[in-house]
């Protein structure tokens, strides 16, 4: 009999084995279905971007293209001719100004208003004749 015993413990802990190993089974499969599932999700994600990614990829390109564009243009100026055509401007540009303040010091003021203020006593009587008939 206790041959018996000792086999229907074993067969006990054998079944109990079994369930474990089948619990255990059972969530390895949920897990990869939810793997799966996980999956075929982000593909799907990933498709619907597709487009977007495609149009950004795109304007990315034109952006570069444009930027090399740019280079190649700054490369082939010549900064130092500009420099120093700026520079003779700047240099013309204070001469005109140096002419001119040596020609606004020549003209005599006192002598300019006098003549304006002679003007305005000629011009005046005319005015008041043509301001009859307005």
């Known amino acids: 009999m206790e041959q018996n ?3 229907l413990e074993l067969l006990r802990k054998i079944e109990k084995s079994n369930r474990t190993k089948t619990v255990t089974n059972v969530l390895v ?4 279905l939810a793997a799966a599932v996980s999956c075929i999700a982000i593909c799907l994600m990933v498709w619907q971007l597709m487009p977007q990614v495609n149009g950004l990829l795109g304007q990315l390109e034109t952006v570069l293209t444009d930027l090399e564009q ?3 243009q700054l490369a082939a ?19 005109s100004l140096q002419q001119t303040m040596d020609k ?10 006098q003549a304006i203020g002679d003007l305005a ?4 009587p005319l005015a008041n004749f043509f301001g009859r008939f307005g």
């Open 29 to 32: 499969c949920v897990f990869m």
């Open 104 to 113: 606004l010091n020549t003209i005599d003021f006192e002598t300019l208003n």
């Open 121 to 124: 006593k000629v011009i005046e």
């Open 77 to 95: 100026v010549d900064l130092e001719a500009m420099v120093a055509n700026v520079d003779s401007l700047a240099v013309y540009a204070q001469d």
């Open 70 to 72: 740019t280079t190649r």
């Open 5 to 7: 015993t000792e086999m």
